[in-house]
């Protein structure tokens, strides 16, 4: 095996748990908004604190951005890497 794709391994193996928490936060209150909204009834004023949590409004000005950035470029880190390993075994 290639050492780079030993060394993409391992930094996608890392990064796996530190990427996953905001993701898991940003889909559940995304996905809990929306439903809420349209499904159960709720107003905007009564599923704002999903929108704060789902955009990082909780970090302030600064953080909401960052907190942004960061978990797109995490998301599209795993999936990128996780892409080539995936096509890297079926060339194989």
């Known amino acids: ?3 780079w794709l030993l060394k993409l391994r391992r ?3 890392w990064l796996a748990p530190v990427v996953l928490a905001p993701l898991l936060l940003t889909v559940s209150s995304g996905m809990a908004y929306r439903l809420l909204r349209d499904w159960g009834g709720w107003g905007r004023d009564q599923a704002h ?12 000005p600064q953080g909401e951005t960052i907190y942004v950035l960061l978990n797109g470029l995490g998301l599209l880190w795993m999936l990128s890497t996780g ?3 995936l096509l890297r075994r079926w060339l194989r």
């Open 83 to 85: 892409l080539l390993m």
């Open 1 to 3: 095996m290639a050492v």
């Open 11 to 13: 930094w996608h193996a």
């Open 49 to 60: 604190w999903l929108m704060v949590l789902h955009e990082g409004e909780w970090l302030g």
